[in-house]
Each structure stands twice: as C-alpha cells, then as structure tokens.
C-alpha cells in the first residue's frame, strides 16, 4: 500500500460559506444534447424544474458527507438532458464543478474493461469459457484450494467467480503496480478464498487479469486497447488511463475528510491495476458512454453500427446465478423494497420493485467515489462524480431515480405489437363479442379446447357478460413479447383485463387466453 500524502487542506469558514452558496445558490446547471446514440426519436429536453427533487437530493448529499465537489447527469433516450456541477474541483484554486470537470471513477471502469473482454471474444482472440492461463502463462501452476476445484475461465474473471478475496482497500492502492510486479505475484501464485465457480464475491485482482488478458490477447497495453475500442469511437477525447497528462486545473482533485478537515490524496498513476478502476472521464464524456449501453435496448432491426454489437452490450447483464437479496440504497429502501441481484460482467444486475430491470455499478477509491445507475427500460441512466475518498453517492443516484419516476419522468418503452399477436387480439374481441370459441377455430392451437371445452368457453364468456355488460373492445393491447399481450376493457358495469398468449408454431396460434373482471 503506498503512503497517504498528508497534506492537509483545512476546513476554514470562511470557504464553508463559498462552499454552501456553490451548493444551495446558483450553480451551473445545464441542459446538453450529446450525438445521438440510436435516438433520432428522442424528446425534447424537459423543463429543468422537473429535477428540482433530485438537486435537493445531491445538495443535501454532498453537503451531509463533506464532498468538496459533485457532479450528476441524467441521460434520456441517447441524450445528457440534464447535468449540474456543484461545489469545487481543488480546495486551492476554488474552481467551480463544471460538466467538463475530470474525475476518477474507480471501479466503474469494470464495464469498459468488460465490454472490451467480450469485443476481443467477438473478433475470435479468445473465449469466455476457456481457462484464464491460456493467456495467462503465469497462472499454470497455481496451487488450487481442492483437488476437484475447476481451472479459473475468462468468464469467472468477469462474474467474480474465481474464488479470490474482495480486496476492495488493498486493490485500489495496486493501481499503479508495475507490469514486471504483478507478473511476479502471479507467478508465486496467491491464496483463494473459496473453490471457484461456488460463488460470487467482488474481486479487483480478477479484474486486473483481464486487463492482462486484453494486453497479451491484443498485443497492446490494456490501456491504449481499451482506448481504441471504446473511448474514441464513442468520442470519449478527454477521458484515459493517464491522470497527470491532463492539466490540472482540468482535473478535480481527491480529497479523504478526516478529523473534521479535508486531506489531499496522492495521484495513483497508471500501472497493472488499471483495468480495475484507473478512468478518468467527465460528465460530458461519460454521458456518451452511458447513453451507448442504454442504446442496445430493446433488440432490433435496424442497422447496428458499434463499436460493439448491441447483442454484445447486453451480455453485460448477464449474471453469474449466484444470486444475492438486496436492500435498495437510498433513503427510499425503507419501505422493504427488496432486490434479487447478481453480478453480470462488469455491472451488478438487479430486478427491482419500482423501477424494473436496472444494472448498476459504484466506483470508490482514495479520493473520489462515483455510481451509475442504468435503467434499460426506461432508456434512462443516472450517474454522479464525487471528488472524496469512497465518497459512495449510490444511495442519492436511486433516490434521484425514484423521485424521477413519481413526476412521470420514468415511462417504459413500449414494445411493437407484432402483426401476429396483433391477429390473436382481434379473435379474442370477437369472441368475447359474439360469446362463442368457435368463431376463432383457425386461429386457436390443438391444445386450447383440450384444456377446456367449447360448452365451458360459453358458459364462462356469458358469465361475464352477466357481470359487466357489453365492453368497448377498441382499447390496445401491450405487448409482453412478440407472442403475448395484455390489454383492459371498459365495459357497461366495469372493466375487464385479459392477456393471450401464441403457441411456438408457425403460424403461431393462441395456446390460452384469459378474461377476468377488475377488481375495485
């Protein structure tokens, strides 16, 4: 572990009062539009009250946990609609947080170093599933814990399920490990927590291997590989491995507060550990980034111009089924909220109970701490940059969310109605219009009078039509999939809910279908 730089920047009043002012006054906030990633139907940007909530949620944050400087952006269908800068990027210059403002974000390089992984898997350099010391030389003759243990894969690397230790506080201060040194660990082998492939637990070491692995696959540093596989196609021209190459007073500075003042952390150079958590970005870069994974939802036609395969960007969401139950963070948690969770290749993958399917990821490290939250969706992604050690505003980044979805901000995107389901919906009306299955014969698969009877169609549809009447069928349906929707009715005494779902023929004909009325 390198020696922590103890020079001490102390907290004096007079730049408390600044600092509040910088936090609560008038900020720079603005609204920004980034090339279109997949968004030629974007909407108009919002109105900035819309996010009044989630600035007093980041003022609030950044004032609670002594962060000299944040910075936060919302990206909406391929757009940065929203960011805000607030407080300072150095305690010695006072300049302001500015959307341009380059910060470290840690472990959210995990994704970069991932997608890389996979796009070196597509042009045929490797496999996932074959053992890391194919092209790790120096891990063949590791001692495993067992005798039955597997040989750790590529793809263990990247779900962290390789046995090893979390060495989140250890990990960091590797960062600037010399290549010949982290060679020489790897040749002398290390100690595993467990036998791989039994469960996840996070691992900065994994990660640094795949950077190897993307070194001796490519036959280029990690770094500059990484660099021109994602972050200059994507446009990404002030974001990188080398911090000291950037000026410094582009830079925001990181701080630890400790014993009521703030204490400049030295700069961790670039070295073995980088494809851990070493990137350097901006608001304005990282908006780019982020609006590229969210473009790969939903599947679809049109022409898929990279850098990576959309197909591919979603294989991030892919888990290591080692699931794990999750609170929420946030303040927003205590209501229960519950998460069934893994992790995916580089993003943590989460089911939750307001917000559906979101991926997400923190970065912490010695003097800066960063989350994203991606919601696929929605086409939404929020993320926050903060200037102080493990400075951790996960829990500000989902409250935001939160409080974006109840003003509306939050809509699924809808998915198509295929013509096939959209045949099976009209059926279904005139069905329950003329109270008889038979009218719908063609359309029906061998198994759907098997699994209840013309008579009992009958009796049941004229059943319901006791109950609430004749209905107006005009409403549309949702898809759930190409092969099954759900849609409700207005009727004379109530409303009706009712879903179908295809058979996997061709054509594809209704296997069931159901009509129930609402409750109150």
Known sequence: MRPIDDRCIQFQAGFFALFRTLFLGSTMAALIHISSVGAADAPAAPEPAMFAAVDHIFADYAIDSHIPGL?????????????????????????????????????????????????????????????????????????????????????????????????????????????????????????????????????????????????????????????????????????????????????????????????????????????????????????????????????????????????????????????????????????????????????WVAIDCDLGLTLRHGGGYPGYGSHVLLLPNQGVGIFALANRTYAGPSGAVWDAAIALSKAGFLKDRSLSVSEDLASAYRTVKAIYQQGDVTVGAEELAMNFLLDRDTAGWARNLANLKKQVGECDTAAPISASSALSGEFTWRCAHGRLTGSVTLAPTRPPRIQEFDLKQKAP
């Open 71 to 347: 910075v936060y952006g919302i990206v909406a269908n391929g757009r940065l609609v929203y960011v805000r800068g607030i407080g300072v990027q150095d305690l010695e210059s006072n300049r302001p947080v500015t959307p341009d403002t380059l910060f470290r974000i840690a472990s959210m390089t995990k994704a970069f170093t991932a997608l890389t992984v996979l796009k070196l898997r597509d042009d045929g350099k490797l496999r996932l599933d074959a053992p890391a010391e194919t092209y790790v030389p120096e891990l063949r003759d590791w001692r495993y814990p067992t005798q039955d243990s597997p040989r750790i894969r590529v793809r263990d690397l990247l779900n962290h399920t390789a046995g090893f230790v979390t060495d989140d506080p250890w990990g960091d201060r590797q960062t600037p490990l010399p290549e010949l040194e982290f060679s020489r660990l790897l040749r002398q082998g290390v100690p595993f927590a467990r036998t791989p492939e039994t469960t996840m637990e996070y691992s900065n070491l994994g990660f640094a291997l795949l950077g190897r692995i993307i070194t001796n696959v490519s036959g280029h540093p990690y770094a500059e590989t990484i660099t021109h596989t994602l972050l200059q196609p994507l446009g990404m021209e002030s974001s990188g491995f080398f911090v000291d190459s950037v000026p410094r007073e582009r830079r925001a500075l990181g701080y630890r507060w400790e014993d009521d003042s703030w204490h400049l952390e030295p700069t961790l150079g670039p070295g073995a550990f980088g494809a851990m958590g070493g990137i350097q970005t901006s608001a304005n870069d990282y908006a780019k980034w982020v609006a590229y994974l969210l473009s790969a939802w939903p599947p679809r036609d049109e022409a898929d111009s990279g850098p990576v395969k959309r197909a591919t960007v979603r294989e991030l969401a892919q888990g290591s089924n080692f699931p794990q139950l999750l609170q929420r963070p946030g303040h927003t948690a205590s209501g229960g909220c519950r998460q069934a969770a893994t992790y995916g290749m580089g993003m």
